[in-house]
């Protein structure tokens, strides 16, 4: 049985398609700017097509707090209500899409904040899932764990060369939520999504082209912006209500199990983050991100010697 709340989303969705007149659309037509959500997440919307360029914008790696997911639970709210014609996310990092979660809101964390931010993090995975407009993400860094939950959640990925993507929780120790698995089986097949999920797996760009878990590569941003755009053009053409009932209705399982046990969720997540065995792998891993970083001018200066010094052979 379809729960009150998706029926009302369904609704909504019809309501939106069909009763709300052009004046709607009008409105996003005259407002062709960067609007902004506390800087976290900036909105521009293209004129022409009524595109919508979503970037989360949290330096230095758009790691997903409470701010950055409440800016963004309400961009998507934005985005239904204007009768969005379609949106592309991306990120303005030059290395990273997401980092995924925030490992201070898990790790040592403030009870009562933690429920908002993983709340949040609910409302943004049910509203992007299940959005009636249709996604793209322009994938133009490095997307982990939480940033490959957001890229799956569209409906096509174009990614740059030489990163990665992939559901790498095992690795840190820790269990990937039902509906990030959910998402992940709707987006590869079966058998490899249980691999990836229990390796906790990242895949290089060419590998996820591969595996089905990206749709295409681009050269860089502006090529991923413009192969996004193509994608989302092929629905001019086909009637909004009918494509967005399809796409929610492929998908509705998936969200009726989250929007009927969000609570039992967010108590399965509050007994993970208890267990000392998993604060004490966030303690290691927060410590390892810290180093690898600190590290990075003398790595870099290493591979800047190393180079120099097989010129210099190469010429001898
Ligand atoms: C318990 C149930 C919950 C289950 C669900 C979990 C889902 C998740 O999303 S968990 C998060 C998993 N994320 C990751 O494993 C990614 C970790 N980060 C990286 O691998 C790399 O940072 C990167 C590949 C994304 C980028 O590498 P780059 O070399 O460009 O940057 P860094 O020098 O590593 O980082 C810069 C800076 O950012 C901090 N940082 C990185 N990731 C996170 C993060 N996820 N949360 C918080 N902070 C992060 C890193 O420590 C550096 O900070 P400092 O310069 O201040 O040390």
């Known amino acids: 049985m379809l729960s009150s ?32 959500k506390n800087d976290l997440v900036l909105v521009d919307v293209n004129d022409k097509t009524g595109f919508s360029i979503v970037t989360l914008n949290r330096p230095p790696v758009n790691s997903l707090n409470l701010e950055l997911l409440s ?31 925030d490992i201070n809101e898990l790790y040592k964390p403030d009870m009562d904040r933690v429920r908002k931010f993983w709340t949040s993090l609910q409302d943004c995975w049910i509203k992007l899932y299940g959005s009636s407009f249709p996604t793209a993400a322009a994938i133009n860094g490095h ?26 929780e095992t690795q840190l120790g820790i269990v990937a939520p039902t509906w990030f698995m959910a998402t992940m089986k709707n987006t590869i097949p079966l058998r490899q999504a249980e691999l990836a999920l229990t390796l906790g797996k990242m895949f290089k760009t060419d590998d996820a082209l591969k595996l089905g878990l990206i749709d295409e590569i681009a050269e860089n941003k502006e090529d991923a912006i413009h192969k996004c755009e193509i994608f989302l053009k092929k629905y001019q053409k086909i009637p909004q209500t ?6 929610q209705s492929y998908r509705k399982n998936d969200i009726m199990e989250l929007e009927n046990n969000r ?18 792998s966030l303690g290691k891993y927060v410590a390892f991100l810290k180093l690898k970083s600190r590290m990075k001018p003398i790595l870099e200066a290493v591979k800047f010697l190393k180079g120099i010094f097989k010129s210099k052979k190469k010429k001898n």
Do not use: W
Request: charged content about 15%; aromatic content about 10%; hydrophobic content about 40%.
């Open 263 to 280: 609570e039992a969720d967010l108590q399965l997540f509050f007994l993970a983050i208890s267990d000392p065995r998993v604060q004490s």
């Open 71 to 101: 800016a963004f639970s309400s961009v998507l709210d934005d985005l239904h209500k204007n009768n969005s014609r379609g949106m592309i996310l991306t990120s303005s990092s030059s290395t990273v899409f997401s980092a995924g979660l």
């Open 242 to 247: 009918a494509r967005a009932l399809t796409k």
């Open 143 to 168: 997307a982990p764990a939480g940033g490959c939950l957001f890229a799956m959640c569209c409906e096509y990925r174009v990614m740059l060369p030489k990163y990665t993507i992939g559901l790498n």
């Open 5 to 36: 709340k998706f029926i009302h989303a369904f609704t909504r969705q019809i309501y939106h398609t069909n009763l709300i007149t052009s004046a709607t659309f009008n409105v996003i037509k005259k407002h062709n700017s960067t609007h902004t």
